[in-house]
T-cell receptor, first 111, second 117 residues
Framework: DGGITQSPKYLFRKEGQNVTLSCEQN?????MYWYRQDPGQGLRLIYY???????QKGDIAEGYSVSREKKESFPLTVTSAQKNPTAFYLC??????????FGSGTQLSVL | AQKITQTQPGMFVQEKEAVTLDCTYD???????LFWYKQPSSGEMIFLIY??????QNATEGRYSLNFQKARKSANLVISASQLGDSAMYFC??????????????FGSGTRLLVRP
């Protein structure tokens, strides 16, 4: 089935540790996005990529990094510089000017 | 700067009744799109309905309709004949057509809808 796969569903981070969230899509979309959602709040854009080997910072990029080496994949690394990483992370993709298709999310917690 | 405002943190509706979820937006761009997404407790975001700024008619998708009032910059979601499965968070979002060809969405803070049996 076509869609977006995020893994893992739950992730725990220790102090000072970098962790990477996976996002894979088989929808053949050029654009991919990472959003962060805090409890009871809306989604805030972390990074987005319009095309392979190119990505742009969103509104809250500090403490995060991404790569886009393949069209299908857009992994997000939460670095030790992100002091408040506990949140629900959603990956999305879209065709040009189209609606966003979302993955099922990753809940990241700090140990 | 573009902004989306949802002023209702929570709403109750009786099963089988209609409910309106409010959304206002702010943008200086004449070309934009408005979206509504549903987020059940499982966390995934489900697309419900879309309205383009140049669309002449209000969008409808089954039991969902969008009450688009351009002059007031509002895009309220109307759910008719509410069902228990409609209980979820609902997010309004906006996309501007940007010079750099990016089409990222910005989201409101959401409205939690609870449908009473």
């Amino acid at each position: 089935d076509g869609g977006i796969t995020q893994s893992p569903k739950y992730l725990f981070r220790k102090e000072g540790q970098n962790v990477t969230l996976s996002c894979e899509q088989n929808l053949n979309h050029d654009a991919m996005y990472w959003y962060r959602q805090d409890p009871g709040q809306g989604l805030r854009l972390i990074y987005y990529s319009q095309i392979v080997n190119d990505f742009q910072k969103g509104d809250i990029a500090e403490g995060y990094s991404v790569s886009r080496e393949k069209k299908e994949s857009f992994p997000l690394t939460v670095t030790s510089a992100q002091k408040n990483p506990t949140a629900f992370y959603l990956c999305a993709s879209s065709p040009p000017a189209g609606k966003l298709f979302f993955g099922s999310g990753t809940q990241l917690s700090v140990l | 700067a573009q902004k989306i405002t949802q002023t209702q943190p929570g709403m109750f509706v009786q099963e089988k009744e209609a409910v309106t979820l409010d959304c206002t937006y702010d943008t200086s761009d004449p070309s934009y799109g408005l979206f509504w997404y549903k987020q059940p407790s499982s966390g995934e975001m489900i697309f419900l309905i879309y309205q383009g700024s140049y669309d002449q008619q209000n969008a409808t998708e089954g039991r969902y309709s969008l009450n688009f009032q351009k002059a007031r910059k509002s895009a309220n979601l109307v759910i008719s004949a509410s069902q228990l499965g409609d209980s979820a968070m609902y997010f309004c979002a906006m996309r501007e057509a940007r010079m750099d060809s990016s089409y990222k969405l910005i989201f409101g803070s959401g409205t939690r809808l609870l449908v009473r049996p």
